[in-house]
């Protein structure tokens, strides 16, 4: 910036002083140029990152069979170092596995890396971008993370959101000590109680209202709120990593993939279907005169730029993305409580402390610093979102010291990231006490990468840790958890996000309070 100004100058100071400054002027503004030049030319010259070896024509693909890339990446990273490249088939990627380069590409160069390459599936499950967390930064993206944040998950919208908090949290409370009541020495589905009743909470939040049935006309049937799941969130969820090889060999792609194009394009008719009913349900409330808090009513009277197409997908985003990673995290809270006695003890004294004998409430969370390294730590081991959606490099430039040319994919491995041994002493072993250094604020939503940074960071953050942390200091005040036999090897996850590949199963014992 500094030379730019002085190039600028140098012309009108010459011409003033006369003759000599003008050969005095030419011969600075030739060392300038050569300056620049020179300074241009090792930016350029920086060099490739690593390649990690592969086949030809298909790169590494064979090598990523696996559905968990991000263990592979993270193995890579300690022979190839933090940053480095592989090929999947014709398309160049490059992985960031430490927080440093990760951070350098979200924040610093985040100008560079703004916009996303979609695979075929997600092309068409996001309705090409129609969704705040799959757009590239313009100015759809801006517009609809504003009535995002403003209607559903800013720090305001969630003080008017608390209601269906506080009913959530109770009803799942409610429904496992109606299991312990019945069935005492039988291990409980901790994924059906929860997942039911987060699948609640997304779609009053999003719609403003559960529903246990709905009539869809462009299918011509009645679905039932389980059916309502499975589309709206189970099928997009396993479809978002459905492969088409076609996505590593663009030059192929005039050859059809019928089995792989008729899969997606149903999920994503019903999908469209199941929406269409729900919103025509809430349009004719609204009609009746019935307006409710949520985002539903708030786009439908705020967001007049926006078509009802991209109206649907962001109410549809809302709900997918309310409904799964928070699961994820409280479901692997709880698994890693339920193994650890000692520490699910020491959580509880904390609680007791603070809270006595009442039922902990929000207002109650940041004097449980405890419950939060819980969390924390549990979105490290277990990072539900384990790689960033692709980004992609709309412009040359260096991160972590290498040149990366444009047109190149970034993959920032959040797993690795949090699994760094130059960051975290022991990553493997789950330890809640390594967040208990007293330097940060018990409520500081981003002790790990595991919300993603920048720009594009969680916009849901607060809500997940809210929600996550609340069930996870009820549960533990008002039962002791057991694992079910067998559920300590129990680890394997599945799909898009980190889920656990088996729903928890604990033994659980209502604690006795003498008041
Ligand atoms: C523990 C739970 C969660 C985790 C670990 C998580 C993780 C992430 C990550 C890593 C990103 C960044 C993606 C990127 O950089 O491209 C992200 C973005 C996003 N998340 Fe979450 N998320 C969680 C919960 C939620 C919830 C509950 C919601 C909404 C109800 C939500 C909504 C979003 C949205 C809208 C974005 C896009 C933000 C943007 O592009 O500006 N997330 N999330």
């Given at each position: 910036m500094d030379t730019l100004l002085n190039l600028q100058a140098l012309p009108a100071t010459a011409a003033s002083i006369g003759g000599p400054a003008v050969a005095i002027g030419g011969i600075t503004w030739f060392f300038i140029r050569e300056y620049v030049k020179d300074q241009r030319k090792k930016s350029l010259s920086f060099p490739p990152p690593p390649e990690v070896p592969g086949l030809p024509v298909i790169g590494n693909l064979l090598q990523l069979k696996e559905k968990k890339p991000h263990k592979t990446f993270t193995k890579w990273a300690e022979k190839y170092g933090?940053?480095?490249s592989i090929r999947a088939g014709s398309n160049t990627m490059v992985v960031l596995n430490t927080n440093d380069v990760a951070k350098e590409a979200m924040v610093t160069k985040y100008s560079s890396i703004s916009t996303r390459k979609l695979s075929?599936?997600?092309k068409i499950l996001t309705s090409d971008k129609s969704i705040v967390a799959m757009s590239d930064y313009n100015e759809f993206y801006k517009t609809a993370k504003r009535h995002l944040l403003t209607s559903t998950l800013g720090t305001n919208a969630q003080k008017r959101n608390r209601i269906h908090r506080d009913n959530m949290i109770n009803n799942i409370c409610d429904q496992f000590h109606a299991h312990a009541t019945k069935y005492p020495s039988e291990a409980v589905n901790f994924r059906k109680i929860f997942q039911y009743e987060l699948f609640g909470l997304s779609m009053r939040q999003s719609i403003g209202e559960d529903v246990e049935s709905i009539y869809v006309e462009d299918l011509g049937i009645t679905l039932s709120r389980e059916e309502v799941f499975k589309i709206l969130v189970l099928d997009p969820m396993e479809?978002?990593?459905?492969?088409?090889?076609?996505?590593?060999?663009?030059?192929m792609k005039w050859i059809p993939n019928q089995e792989f194009e008729n899969k997606i394009q149903q999920m994503h008719f019903r999908r469209q279907a199941v929406m269409k009913a729900l919103i025509e349900q809430q349009k004719k409330r609204i009609a009746s005169g019935k307006e409710i808090n949520c985002y539903l009513d708030h786009l439908l009277s705020e967001a007049n730029t926006l078509s009802e197409q991209q109206i649907l997908m962001l109410l549809w985003e809302?709900?997918?993305e309310a409904s799964d990673t928070t699961l994820v995290s409280t479901e692997w809270a709880m698994y890693e409580l339920s193994k650890d006695p000692n520490r699910q003890t020491y959580l509880l004294s904390e609680i007791q402390n603070a809270c006595g004998f009442n039922k902990v409430r929000e207002e109650k969370l940041c004097q449980l610093p405890y419950l939060a390294a819980v969390f924390h730590e549990t979105l490290r081991k277990h990072s539900p979102v384990p790689i960033v959606p692709l980004r992609y490099m709309h412009e040359e430039a260096q991160l972590g010291g290498y040149n990366i040319p444009e047109?190149?994919?970034?993959?920032?491995?959040i797993y690795g990231c949090n699994m760094d041994q130059n960051v975290w002493d022991s990553p493997e072993d789950w330890n809640p006490e390594?967040?208990?250094?007293g330097k940060d604020d018990a409520m500081e939503l981003h002790k790990t990468m595991a919300f993603g940074g920048g720009k594009r960071v969680c916009a849901g953050a607060l809500q997940a840790m809210t929600i996550s942390c609340m069930a996870i200091a009820?549960?533990?005040q008002e039962f002791e958890w057991q694992l079910g036999i067998g559920e300590e090897e129990n680890v394997d996850t599945l799909g898009l996000t980190t889920h656990r590949l088996h729903p928890l199963l604990t033994i659980i014992k209502p604690r006795v309070y003498k008041g």
């Open positions: 933090p940053i480095y075929n599936a997600l479809g978002a990593i459905e492969v088409d090889w076609r996505d590593f060999f663009p030059y809302a709900i997918i047109g190149t994919e970034i993959a920032i491995n390594r967040f208990l250094t009820r549960l533990v």
